[in-house]
């Protein structure tokens, strides 16, 4: 079973940077496929970016693509989300989610494990 613990969210203005990161309790956390989604209020949750087990492979929505950055330390067992350039529409529920398998597809249903969330509000 993998526990997964967001941080980093907050209040910030349209523009500006935040880092997100998410910590997994497991030790064979390198062998996990992880992700990053997010749900805004009375939408659905949405696939944001992914990243392989050892960083090799990336994909990421078009909405966010040259504005967010995803990376891991399988050494401190952390993935996270560098995200710039920071849009009202940004504003959500974002979720580490983490997978076995050697690359997963988007949809959130083909994932295994997630964290609890951390809210990212950008105010315009």
């Known amino acids: 079973q993998v526990q997964l613990v967001e941080s980093g969210g907050g209040l910030v203005q349209a523009g500006a940077s935040l880092r997100l990161s998410c910590a997994g309790s497991?030790?064979?956390?390198?062998?996990?496929?992880m992700g990053w989604f997010r749900q805004a209020p009375g939408r659905e949750r949405e696939f944001v970016a992914a990243i392989s087990w050892n960083g090799g492979r990336t994909d990421y929505a078009d909405s966010v693509k040259g504005r967010f950055a995803i990376s891991r330390d399988n050494a401190k067992r952390t993935v996270y989300l560098q995200m710039n350039s920071l849009k009202p529409e940004d504003t959500a529920i974002y979720y580490c989610?983490?997978?076995?398998?050697?690359?997963?597809?988007?949809?959130?249903?083909?994932?295994?494990?997630w964290g609890q969330g951390t809210q990212v509000t950008v105010s315009s």
């Open positions: 989610a983490a997978d076995l398998r050697t690359w997963v597809q988007r949809p959130t249903t083909l994932w295994d494990y």
């Open positions: 497991v030790r064979t956390f390198s062998s996990y496929t």
